[in-house]
């Protein structure tokens, strides 16, 4: 609301002006001074004389008059009639709303001014004339814009309900419906009354609009313009004037949206596309020289990984959404890394490309993957060039929805060839032969005719399998799914599934993070599992013995609820996911678990291996199973 | 796509037909003898000799239908009526002045364009910072201050006081090129200004908008350089939107370069109209309307099929 001061005031200044003017001791608008024409600013006219000698500063507040008693009073008559019409329109539709709004849209087939022009031609220039063409004008307006908020409520639950209750709907739109349209109808008001400022003085200006001696802006300007050489400062006045109220009226407009919908304040932009980091990467640990010459296999080893909450001053700044993540791949593996929505399996695969949303950031942990050429870098501590060159190479990314992951209006080719042309010097007619081929490979039929088509004339298999296409172009080392499958229907599901197996037999150098929350797919694809829960590993190991025997109740839970033929019963899991900012003190899957002891609520549970390649976080691991 | 172009040129006929019909019932609308009201002059009466005359010339003694058909037959056979002032056709100045009024309009949309993308981009990228800012206001600033305005302070200031220019006018591009285009600047130019703010907003709201989606990240998750990123899978998904309302703003233009051509004493078809308007030349004024309003909404059908070009998934919606 405090946004709203600034323009209400000043508009609340010019309307104490406007209706105090005959009170206010200045000057006769009328009265001429033929010999003092074009005098400067004095004491007794501060603003100066005009081309009779009137005194300008009073004819400037007469025409503000003029121009807001015709653009006010036609912006409300055009709302009550346009409002009356929507609503009409809207609640009846049907027969109702062709006749109603409609009708009122034919006046937008014409150009506004000249629809004006039009009624001045018919009725001549004056007062009444404007009001009528302005309010035609702007009926067609209010309109639309109360037809389709009325269209919105009226689909809600408590109009649905009065009309059961058979209250008349006359009633139904007076009372209810007008209450509801009323905020997009003032935002609407304050933006049609600046719009008719702008015809009304355009007309006067050409001497079509106001007649004199009545003053007004236009009629001002255009006199100015005569005596431009003479008197410039008379061209002024006028013109500040009604920019200013015109600017004052479209500030309130702007100004209302936001208050009225806040929902509509823009996003911030995009960080990554900035060169120059607006922040410096956080202070981490360094790699650990030791750690790494222990694990010469490892592809991607993620140690210690927090993700946090990253907006300066924003609410729940530094909430933390990724708690001290770990886990690694080896060259040719699959990993599958499993959890509810919310668990952050998802922020971390991003986390690793750079991917993250602007509004988190790493705070902790490093991430050292083993590039082609042997050296070892922390993908956590890469900014978005070393990013770049990684991403789409040696790092590939598959998503979730792949018809929002695709662009729009590219053809799949180029989008595939584009990837291609990145990363390696070739020609465009071999990407493109090749981008053909990858089709082809990834099981999309007829490829060649494929490769010219748009993403929204594929299946929603096929263009999963375009994605894979694209991430695979490159043949990476490090291949990184998100839930690849979940939008899909299960035949083509294990179609997907296959395909990327298949993959991996062509490519057996690389190494794959399958996100999913399906425990069904990781029996399928997967060499090892990673459990996430509430932002943290709780169990890591290979897929056969961590199904075998579960060693941390989550997971075995996870376990439980899967719909298996031979199940005796389905067990859900009580509770829901701790909010992040709300952690527990102690296990986060404690307020869950069937197994929770004292001790599991004071401390966070320490990591423990019951057996070697096999990690969990649970005091009580011994007993779960 | 032909099935959608067909869809919306029938769209775009039926249109046409209504402001046609509009525009001769609006002058049957009006209560009274519409002679009578033409020939009137604030409270004076009309001279009855004068009413009997113009009710001869525009066919009112004529049963309505008649004079309906009279004139739906006039605008297909491009006859668009006589002037009351000297009797020249309409048509004719027409056709001569029309081109001047489209020049003004393109090259304002050109200029538009040309700084007000960029604009626009450059504050979505900056998005709350001071650049942001400074565009937002310059933009809020140009959408207030209305053409007339602008064009008066430009002559003010380049013509009188700096001398660097004519104060306005018009010479055929054959007799003298560099001059005609720097006649043509200033009214374009001017209109540029208004129309540079809503290109700028709308390509600010629409790159913000683009940069959210999924596209984008896997754009970058497929390692594009950040320029390329900007170029093909932001601006190029940004500017479908924004071009549309261009095209939106150029339709209104069309009859709305009244003023900007009335400062600059620009002959366009304009400026025709408001002198037409002043005499309440009727037919000079229906003629100059009707064929502005079918370029209107016969341009609002090239934006739509545009539109379904650049965004391939349009025209299957239909």
């Not at chain 1, 709907?169 to 509801?180: K, S």
């Not at chain 2, 308007?277 to 059908?301: Q, W």
Request: with cysteine; net charge neutral.
């Amino acid at each position: 609301m405090r946004k709203l001061i600034l323009p209400v005031s000043i508009l609340a200044v010019i309307l104490a002006l406007v209706v105090l003017a005959p009170v206010l001791p200045l000057a006769d608008e009328r009265a001429m001074d033929i010999p003092h024409r074009f005098a400067g600013p004095s004491m007794a006219h501060w603003l100066g004389q005009d081309e009779f000698g009137r005194d300008v500063l009073t004819r400037l507040i007469y025409g503000a008059r003029a121009s807001l008693s015709i653009a006010i009073g036609s912006a409300l008559a055009a709302a009550l009639i346009g409002t009356a019409l929507g609503l009409l329109g809207g609640y009846f539709r049907g027969i109702v709303e062709i006749f109603t709004v409609r009708a009122a849209e034919i006046v937008l087939c014409l150009p506004p001014l000249l629809l004006a022009l039009l009624v001045v031609t018919i009725f001549g220039a004056g007062f009444w004339p404007l009001i009528l063409a302005l309010t035609l004008l702007y009926t067609p307006n209010y309109a639309r814009v109360v037809y389709a908020a009325t269209l919105q409520v009226r689909a809600l639950d408590f109009v649905t309900a009065q009309r059961a209750l058979g209250t008349h709907p006359l009633q139904i739109v007076v009372r209810t419906m007008l209450p509801n349209v009323l905020p997009p109808l003032v935002v609407q008001i304050s933006l049609v009354i600046a719009s008719a400022i702008v015809i009304e003085s355009g007309l006067s200006f050409l001497g079509l609009g106001v007649v004199p001696p009545t003053p007004s802006w236009g009629l001002m300007i255009r006199a100015a313009r005569g005596a431009m050489e003479q008197a410039p400062l008379l061209l002024l006045w006028p013109s500040v004037a009604l920019a200013g109220t015109i600017l004052t009226f479209n500030l309130l407009c702007d100004r209302l949206q936001s208050v009225l919908d806040p929902r509509a304040v823009p996003a911030g932009g995009a960080i990554w596309l900035r060169r120059r980091r607006t922040a410096p990467p956080a202070p981490r640990t360094a790699p650990d020289e030791d750690a790494r010459n222990d694990a010469p296999a490892d592809l991607l080893s993620i140690a210690g990984l927090t993700i946090a909450l990253d907006r300066p001053g924003g609410i729940g700044s530094g909430m933390e959404l990724v708690r001290g993540v770990g886990f690694a791949v080896r060259t040719g593996e699959t990993l599958a890394l499993v959890g509810e929505s919310g668990s952050g399996k998802t922020l971390t695969s991003l986390a690793v490309t750079g991917l993250l949303p602007d509004v988190l950031g790493v705070t902790g942990g490093t991430a050292t993957y083993r590039r082609r050429d042997g050296a070892v870098v922390d993908l956590l501590a890469q900014d978005e060039d070393g990013h770049r060159r990684l991403r789409g190479d040696e790092i590939s990314m598959v998503f979730q929805d792949a018809s929002a992951a695709l662009n729009p209006v590219h053809r799949i080719g180029d989008q595939l060839t584009e990837v291609i042309l990145a990363h390696r010097a070739i020609g465009r007619a071999a990407a493109k032969r090749e981008a053909v081929e990858l089709l082809g490979r990834v099981g999309i039929p007829d490829a060649e005719r494929r490769a010219r088509a748009y993403p929204h004339e594929l299946s929603g298999g096929q263009r999963q399998r375009a994605m894979i296409a694209i991430a695979v172009a490159n043949q990476p080392k490090l291949l990184l799914a998100d839930e690849p499958t979940t939008a899909l229907d299960p035949t083509i599901q294990a179609q997907i599934l296959a395909l990327i197996a298949g993959l991996k037999r062509d490519n057996p150098e690389m190494g794959v993070v399958f996100v999913t929350h399906n425990l069904a797919v990781v029996a399928e694809i997967a060499d090892r599992v990673c459990v996430m829960y509430a932002g943290e590993v709780v169990e890591e190991g290979p897929v056969a013995t961590v199904f075998a025997r579960p060693r941390h109740p989550y997971t075995a839970a996870l376990i439980g609820s899967v719909p298996e033929g031979d199940a005796e019963r389905l067990v859900a899991i009580p509770g829901t996911v701790p909010a992040p900012g709300h952690m527990p003190p102690g296990c986060s899957f404690a307020p869950r678990c069937d197994h929770a002891v004292a001790a599991c609520r004071e401390a966070p549970p320490p990591e423990f291996s019951p057996e070697p390649g096999r990690r969990t976080r649970c005091l009580r691991f011994e007993e779960v199973t | 796509m032909l099935r959608y172009i067909t869809y919306r040129s029938l769209v775009a006929v039926f249109l046409v037909w209504i402001v046609v019909t509009l525009v001769f019932l609006l002058l049957h609308l009006v209560p009274g003898d519409p002679a009578e009201v033409l020939l009137s002059q604030g409270s004076t009466a009309a001279d009855p000799q004068a009413v009997a005359n113009l009710r001869q010339r525009l066919g009112l003694d004529d049963p309505l239908w008649l004079q309906y058909a009279h004139h739906i037959g006039g605008i297909l056979t491009g006859d668009l009526g006589t002037s009351f002032r000297d009797g020249a056709p309409v048509a004719g100045q027409i056709v001569q002045r029309l081109p001047r009024t489209l020049e003004v309009i393109v090259t304002a949309a050109l200029i538009a364009v040309l700084f007000g993308v960029p604009a626009g981009t450059l504050a979505a990228v900056r998005a709350g910072g001071w650049i942001d800012n400074v565009i937002s206001f310059l933009s809020s600033l140009a959408l207030s201050t209305p053409v007339f305005v602008v064009g008066s302070v430009v002559i003010l200031i380049f013509a009188q006081e700096l001398r660097l220019v004519p104060a306005g006018g018009y010479v055929p591009f054959a007799v003298d090129p560099a001059r005609h285009v720097l006649l043509l600047l200033m009214p374009a130019g001017t209109v540029a200004l208004a129309l540079w703010a809503v290109v700028a907003r709308m390509s600010r709201g629409s790159v913000l908008d683009v940069l959210e989606r999924d596209y984008v990240r896997t754009a970058r998750a497929k390692g594009l350089k950040r320029r390329r990123i900007l170029r093909r899978h932001v601006v190029r998904n940004a500017m479908i939107p924004v071009l549309t309302v261009l095209g939106l703003e150029m339709g209104t233009l069309i009859g709305g370069t009244v003023l900007v051509e009335f400062v600059f004493n620009w002959p366009g078809l304009s400026g025709y109209l408001v002198s037409a308007v002043d005499a309440r030349d009727y037919p000079e004024v229906v003629g100059i309307v009707m064929v502005i309003s079918i370029l209107f909404v016969f341009l609002n059908l090239v934006v739509d099929i545009v539109y379904a070009v650049l965004d391939p998934r349009i025209s299957l919606s239909r």
